[in-house]
């Protein structure tokens, strides 16, 4: 089945570092979604990419979609802590439904 | 209520017992979804309900797994003869359709087989 690596599994910072997280699959990706998982807690969803060479901002955040289709990423400038948890990309698939997870990448960022 | 509700939050087993993991996702979402977490692992997809009916089952690891919608609302997913290997943590999520909508995931419930 499909599946979905992501790289690095850990990344320590220093506050104010930038931080990347990539998500790359063999075969083509349908829709990206990007989640954060704080510590002891649950999946929060971030944002979805759809369109081939797609970029979506959210403040420091900044998510791109590969041309091909077949990675992504999730670019955090200027770390801070409350940027800590793993964060998880996700493929629907065709199903459009069924989640595909990586297994994540941890973010530990010192102050 | 405001999200999606799971209960309970631990649950303590042991080897070859019954569980019952009850799920309340948020009102109005259609869709809902079980996965199972494991340690450092992301989340695993279980089990896909539209409505009432089970529309995607195929990550229901084996038969000793079982999940029900009977209104459409709240799900219970049941898990006979408990095996020390279903340890994990047991994530409900809800959307209003399927996952091409932001997908709302619950606490969880921490399932320990001992």
């Known amino acids: 089945g499909q599946q979905v690596m992501q790289i690095p599994q850990y990344q320590h910072v220093q506050e104010g570092e930038d931080f990347t997280t990539y998500c790359n699959s063999s075969?083509?990706?349908?829709?990206i979604q990007w989640y954060k998982q704080r510590p002891g807690g649950h999946p929060v969803f971030l944002i979805q990419?759809?369109?081939?060479?797609e970029v979506k901002k959210q403040k420091r955040l900044t998510f791109q979609f590969g041309e091909a289709k077949k990675n992504s990423s999730l670019h955090i400038t200027a770390t801070q802590t409350t940027d800590v948890g793993t964060y998880f990309c996700?493929?629907?698939?065709?199903?459009?439904?069924?989640?595909?997870f990586g297994k994540g990448t941890l973010l530990t960022v010192n102050p | 209520g405001a999200g999606v509700s799971q209960t309970p939050s631990n649950k303590v087993t042991e080897k070859g017992k019954y569980v019952e993991l009850r799920c309340d996702p948020i009102?109005?979402?259609?869709?809902l979804y079980w996965y199972r977490q494991s340690l450092g692992q992301g989340p695993e997809f279980l089990i896909y309900?539209?409505?009432?009916?089970?529309?995607?089952d195929s990550g229901l690891p084996n038969d000793r797994f079982f999940a029900v919608r009977p209104e459409g609302s709240v799900s219970t997913l049941k898990i006979q003869r408990t095996e020390r290997g279903d340890s994990a943590v047991y994530l409900c999520?809800?959307?209003?359709?399927?996952?091409?909508?932001?997908?709302?995931f619950g606490q969880g419930t921490r399932l320990t087989v001992v």
């Open positions: 999520a809800s959307s209003r359709q399927g996952h091409g909508t932001e997908a709302f």
């Open positions: 075969t083509t990706l349908s829709n």
């Open positions: 990419l759809v369109k081939s060479g």
């Open positions: 996700a493929d629907s698939g065709g199903s459009n439904y069924k989640l595909t």
């Open positions: 009102s109005g979402h259609t869709a």
């Open positions: 309900f539209q409505g009432t009916g089970a529309a995607d």
